[in-house]
């Protein structure tokens, strides 16, 4: 054989795989022996959990699930979870996270746009889930039950413990290119439904090196896991990134505050991930003074600034803990840019700069960039960044017009590259660590007889960083009440999406062109939360 001759192509990709479901396997490789998961009772090393991953992909492909098909998940943080992650990227199935607070309908949208072939819930969900898949028109196909309370499956469901805890645990063989989808991630973004925000393996694991690299993680961490799973902060920021190192993770189902303390204490947990809402729980909690929290070394923080006072605080409470920064959003997988331990209190406030990975700059409308100090559209270039918005071509064009991803936040940079969002372009409320769309909630209270105009906004909140509220004129000779609106929003949202206050108006301030000003309706309504 001639020595230059070159093997096939699908040969050389095969050898140069490097795709999120290839992660765990070289972990496992390195570290067989060493823990990778404690979840409840269950306590696996990297060799079992790789297995176990290996055996729930073969049971997906046994259920007729293959290649580019999508698996909707709809469960609390669990070791099923975990393991689907990584199960469905082994084979390229692409995981469709649901968020739990959805209600049936919201979870029909998703399911019928991301045209699922199946689903695995939550036993405590599947009521829910069977709504959603009726609703959906989806009879059959792939359900999981994810038994967390040993009740055992119901009528229809397939328990999910039986896929992971038998049979073959060799790993499938299965060609996955850098850019295949393998996550569909729904964000309800700023429309009125959510948009399917597709993540590849190049997005995912370049976004993994900028987080690692610059968020000073190491195979030495043990990290607790409390934030949603479905969100890929938590997700993909820190426990598939803690993973590729072969640290080990501590799963909990959520941000219960005395859960997450005796868990940092008894595993002698190194990291944790919280947005501020639940590092303020932890400082708050009677038992922050009494357990030991000695071995916590890094601290991260995401979804919203830190009031310089609370970063004062943990500083003062934790002096041992460095803090970090993420800043970004779903479509950039998520982080874009990191501010460091060194600069928390010197630039509180600050997202940082572009992290290691991404480019970013703040530019004007017609995409030119503006001066350091001077507002415009935060826009980035990143492997990070998503393949686009599924089944939606103007949308993704919209989104990367001129070659750079944009963002929708508006925000000011220094001439050293320090970034500042000051506004969300399209009224994005971020709540208790979730996004709201306003005009998701506007359209659901615009369906409420006898009203006219409504406008949805965030205030200021102190536990919820931002509240939503609803300022609502009712149509002429027309009786709507607040408590109307609050009823109304009960059977049409979920529970974080619905207004925590509602304001009855003769009128909106609006601009000559006829826009609302909410930025003046903040500002008149911003002390209702210390109202309360």
Not at 89 to 109: C, K, S, W
Not at 331 to 338: G, L, R, S, W, Y
Not at 429 to 434: F, L, Q, R, S, V
Not at 436 to 451: H, M, N, Q, T
Request: net charge negative; with cysteine; proline share 5%.
């Amino acid at each position: 054989m001639d020595v230059f001759s070159l093997p096939t192509t699908a040969v050389v990709a095969r050898a140069r795989q490097h795709s999120v479901g290839d992660l765990l396997h070289r972990s496992a490789a390195r570290y067989p022996a060493k823990l990778a998961v404690i979840a409840g009772h269950l306590r696996l090393s990297y060799a079992e959990f790789d297995a176990a991953v290996n055996r729930t992909a073969h049971a997906l492909a046994g259920r007729g699930l293959a290649k580019g098909d999508r698996l909707a998940l709809l469960s609390h943080n669990c070791l099923q979870y975990a393991l689907l992650a990584f199960a469905t990227a082994r084979i390229g199935v692409v995981l469709v996270p649901v968020n739990f607070m959805l209600g049936a309908e919201e979870i029909a949208f998703i399911l019928r746009h991301s045209g699922a072939s199946g689903m695995a819930a939550e036993g405590g969900l599947t009521a829910t889930a069977d709504k959603a898949l009726a609703a959906a028109g989806i009879a059959g196909g792939v359900r999981g039950w994810i038994d967390l309370d040993g009740t055992g499956p119901a009528a229809g469901w397939e328990n999910v413990d039986s896929w992971w805890q038998s049979g073959d645990g060799s790993a499938p063989d299965v060609a996955i290119a850098d850019d295949d989808p393998l996550r569909l991630m729904y964000t309800s973004g700023t429309e009125s439904r959510p948009k399917g925000v597709m993540l590849s393996s190049r997005s995912l694991i370049g976004q993994y090196v900028s987080c690692v690299v610059d968020g000073g993680m190491s195979a030495d961490d043990v990290e607790v896991h409390a934030l949603p799973m479905y969100h890929c902060a938590q997700l993909d920021c820190f426990f598939c990134a803690d993973v590729y190192l072969g640290a080990t993770s501590v799963i909990l189902p959520g941000p219960d505050p005395a859960a997450m303390l005796a868990a940092i204490a008894k595993e002698k947990a190194t990291k944790l991930f919280c947005p501020p809402t639940v590092w303020i729980s932890l400082l708050r909690h009677p038992d922050f003074e009494t357990t030991d929290l000695s071995s916590l070394r890094k601290g991260y923080y995401g979804a919203s600034p830190m009031p310089a006072e609370i970063l004062r605080e943990l500083q003062r409470r934790l002096p041992d803990v460095q803090l970090w920064n993420f800043y970004g959003q779903t479509e950039m997988a998520p982080v874009a840019t990191i501010l460091g331990p060194s600069e928390q209190l010197q630039r509180a406030g600050s997202a940082g700069r572009a992290a290691l990975n991404v480019e970013t700059r703040v530019v004007d409308d017609d995409g030119n960039p503006v001066p350091p100090g001077v507002v415009g559209e935060i826009v980035h270039r990143s492997p990070h960044a998503t393949l686009g918005y599924f089944n939606d071509e103007e949308k993704t064009a919209e989104a990367f017009r001129g070659g750079w991803f944009h963002s929708g936040d508006l925000g000011v940079i220094t001439g050293d590259g320090y970034l500042s969002v000051v506004d969300r372009k399209k009224d994005m409320i971020k709540t208790g660590g979730e996004n709201v769309a306003s005009r998701e909630v506007e359209e659901a209270i615009y369906e409420l007889d006898g009203v006219a105009e409504v406008a949805v906004f965030g205030i200021s909140h102190p536990r919820w960083v931002e509240a939503v509220t609803a300022v609502v004129v009712p149509k002429a000779g027309a009786r709507v009440t607040a408590e109307d609106i609050h009823a109304h929003a009960r059977t049409r949202l979920a529970g974080y999406k619905r207004p925590k206050y509602v304001v009855l108006a003769d009128a909106l301030p609006k601009n000559p062109s006829g826009k609302i000003l909410k930025r003046e309706l903040r500002d008149q309504h911003a002390g209702l939360a210390r109202e309360g």
